[in-house]
């Protein structure tokens, strides 16, 4: 399944749980609007992305979101989310941000919003997939 568009039903979940995927994303806003319907109200979301480029690491090429802070990590998540833990973490080998969020109470029938996706590493074929997707479910 592609994470930006799911099968879940809307407020399934008590708990998301993002380990280093959020990089892997062609759009974090898109990833956290999906994970924002599939959560129950005043759901939680775990969220671990690297804050640095891997240097010696080939993963990088599958990197499609590099972040310099935490502050870049919050744009994606505070719109939607209520930051109640935050932490910066070195393993060693590359530092890395921990987010714990809460659900915020918005409109749930607000339809998804993005900007152009030009901004981001997708194809034409991909963008029109995901909008199909997003049609079917009444989400655009």
Not at 28 to 46: C, H, T
Not at 59 to 83: C, G, M, T
Not at 102 to 124: I, Q, W
């Amino acid at each position: 399944d592609d994470i930006h568009v799911t099968r879940f039903r809307n407020n399934l979940f008590d708990v998301v749980s993002m380990s280093h995927v959020l990089e892997h994303s062609w759009n974090p806003k898109v990833v956290m609007r999906e994970v924002y319907r599939i959560l129950k109200p005043e759901g939680l979301v775990f969220i671990e992305v690297p804050l640095e480029r891997f240097t010696t690491n080939s993963l990088d090429s599958a990197h499609l979101q590099f972040w310099e802070n935490k502050h870049d990590v919050f744009r994606y998540i505070s719109p939607l989310f209520e930051i109640l833990f935050h932490a910066v973490a070195d393993n060693g080998h590359v530092k890395f941000c921990v987010i714990i969020a809460k659900k915020l109470k918005f409109v749930e029938e607000a339809p998804v919003s993005f900007g152009s996706y030009k901004e981001f590493n997708v194809t034409d074929e991909q963008y029109q997939l995901y909008r199909e997707k997003l049609m079917k479910r009444g989400q655009l």
